[in-house]
C-alpha cells in the first residue's frame, strides 16, 4: 500500500489533476496532467506497475482480481484529498488505472478577471438554470461549488452527483447509485421536497438529465450543471440537440458559462471565463452558434498585459 501512496504524495505536492499508470513496451509509465500538459514522471517495471494497481484497487474498494473489464472507485487519501481511481484492460490484457485528484475547494476561485466571480454570484441570485461548460479538467466544478458556497452562506444548497467530487460541509450532497435505485431522477424529485434554495445537478450527460434539471429551473428552483461544450453559444446547440425546444431554454436559463484553466506566465493556471447572459443570452439561443470574438478579445488582453505567453494566447484561441 505504501509504494502506491509515495507514487500519489509528490503529485499532490504539484496540484496534479490526474495521474495516469500505463503499460509500455517495457514495465508502465507514470504520467502527470498538470496545466492541462502530460509530463512523464516515472517508471516502474512491469511486477511494480501491476503492484501499484492492485494496491490502488484495493484502497478504492475495487475487485483487485478482476483486471479486463472497466472499474472505478473512490479512495480518501487523507481529510483533505479524495481519489477516483479507475482501471481497465487493454486488448493485450496489460492493465491501466487513471487517479483523478480531488483536491479540497481553496478560499478563493484564481480567476484572470476576479469580477468575473462577482458577476456569477450576482447571477446566482436569479431562479433559472446556470450551466457550466468546459472540457474535463477545466474547473468546472470548482467554479460551481466556489459560486454555491456564497450561496450556501444564507441559503440551503443541495447536490446530487455521480459521483460527488468535491467535500462541502455546508452543502447537502447524494450521490446516484443505480444499483441501490438512487438514480437521478428519483433522487431529483426527493431533493425538491426540501426546497433547495440551490440545486446543483453535476453533469448533464444526456436527454433525461437535462430534461429532468430544466423542469426544475421552470418550476422555479435555482438550478447549477455542467455540460460539454466548446463555447456558450456551443451549450445551446448541445441543449438543442436533447431535445429542449428553444421556449423552454428562454424561460429557464440564466447564464452560460465556457470556461479553460489556461497556464500564465508566472504563476500557477488561472480560470478563463466567458459569460453569456441577459442580451447576450437571448441572442445565443435564437441563434446558437459558435462564436470566439469576446473569448479571443479576452486572450488578446491578458497576452498584451503579459499575463500570459503568445504561444499559450494562440494555443486556447478556439476554446
Not at 72 to 87: D, E, F
Not at 96 to 120: K, M
Not at 200 to 228: K, P
Request: with cysteine.
Amino acid at each position: 500500500m505504501e509504494v502506491a501512496k509515495d507514487l500519489i504524495a509528490p503529485a499532490i505536492n504539484a496540484r496534479v489533476s490526474d495521474i495516469y499508470i500505463r503499460p509500455v513496451t517495457q514495465g508502465y509509465a507514470v504520467i502527470w496532467r498538470q496545466a492541462g500538459d502530460l509530463v512523464t514522471a516515472s517508471r516502474l517495471s512491469q511486477y511494480s506497475g501491476q503492484q501499484v494497481i492492485n494496491a490502488l484497487k484495493y484502497l478504492a474498494a475495487l475487485d483487485v482480481s478482476e483486471t479486463r473489464r472497466p472499474q472505478s472507485g473512490m479512495w480518501r487519501y487523507n481529510p483533505q484529498v479524495n481519489i477516483r481511481v479507475a482501471t481497465v484492460g487493454d486488448y493485450l490484457e496489460r492493465e491501466s488505472g487513471v487517479l483523478r485528484i480531488l483536491y479540497p475547494l481553496a478560499s478563493q476561485p484564481n480567476l484572470f478577471f476576479p469580477s468575473q466571480f462577482d458577476t456569477l454570484c450576482r447571477l446566482a441570485q436569479q431562479r433559472g438554470l446556470i450551466a457550466f461548460a468546459g472540457p474535463m479538467g477545466s474547473g468546472k466544478t470548482t467554479l460551481m461549488y466556489h459560486v454555491a458556497a456564497q450561496l450556501a452562506r444564507q441559503g440551503m444548497v443541495m447536490a446530487i452527483e455521480d459521483p460527488v467530487e468535491i467535500a462541502h460541509p455546508a452543502i447537502k450532497q447524494i450521490q446516484v447509485n443505480d444499483t441501490a435505485q438512487m438514480s437521478y431522477p428519483v433522487l431529483l424529485k426527493a431533493a425538491l421536497r426540501e426546497r433547495p434554495d440551490l440545486l446543483i445537478i453535476g453533469e448533464v450527460r444526456d436527454a433525461a438529465t437535462a430534461q429532468l434539471a430544466f423542469e426544475a429551473a421552470l418550476s422555479g428552483h435555482s438550478v447549477f450543471t455542467t455540460i460539454h461544450a466548446r463555447t456558450t453559444g456551443g451549450i445551446v446547440g448541445r441543449l438543442r440537440q436533447m431535445g429542449l425546444p428553444e421556449a423552454v431554454l428562454a424561460n429557464s436559463l440564466s447564464a452560460l458559462i465556457y470556461q479553460r484553466l489556461i497556464p500564465q506566465s508566472t504563476g500557477p493556471p488561472a480560470l478563463l471565463c466567458d459569460i453569456g447572459a441577459q442580451d447576450t443570452l437571448t441572442k445565443l439561443i435564437s441563434t446558437p452558434q459558435q462564436c470566439f470574438v469576446a473569448w479571443q478579445q479576452s486572450l488578446r488582453y491578458l497576452y498584451e498585459h503579459g499575463r500570459i505567453t503568445g504561444e499559450t494566447a494562440a494555443r486556447f484561441q478556439y476554446g
